[in-house]
């Protein structure tokens, strides 16, 4: 699966920002899909990863109830709709394609295919 990410740029804190990840390959449905962000100095980390079916959902706590994750399976598309931004979601984000069909995976390792990353940049 190859993963091309859009929509990043400059938001302010309280405002929203979506992001986007086309996928191309035949494979995209069979897999869950997530978002990680890195900050600059800090490790890569998981934000948000969605099941096959887009059944079953999975979000790191910082940003329950701000983001959601959605896919669209016929479109073979993955979005993150991010609301009520903070500074501190300031990173590049990065969409992927896990090993796996269902969550529960959160680390890179577990991920076989990525994004180019796209830059989120929320200001005070």
């Known amino acids: 699966v190859q993963l091309q990410a859009s929509g990043g740029g400059l938001g302010q804190a309280g405002g929203s920002l979506r992001l986007s990840c086309a996928a191309s390959?035949?494979?995209?449905?069979?897999?869950?899909m997530g978002w990680f962000r890195q900050a600059p100095g800090k490790e890569r980390e998981f934000v948000a990863a969605?099941?096959?079916?887009?059944?079953?959902?999975d979000y790191v706590d910082s940003v329950k109830g701000r983001f959601t994750i959605s896919r669209d399976n016929a479109k073979n598309t993955v979005a993150l709709q991010m609301n009520s931004l903070k500074p501190e979601d300031t990173a590049v984000y990065y969409c992927?394609?896990?090993?796996?069909?269902?969550?529960?995976?959160?680390?890179?390792?577990?991920?076989?295919?990525w994004g180019q990353g796209t830059q989120v940049t929320v200001s005070s």
């Open positions: 390959g035949r494979t995209f449905s069979r897999y869950a």
């Open positions: 992927a394609a896990s090993k796996y069909s269902i969550t529960g995976y959160r680390q890179p390792d577990d991920f076989g295919s």
């Open positions: 969605i099941s096959w079916s887009g059944d079953n959902i």
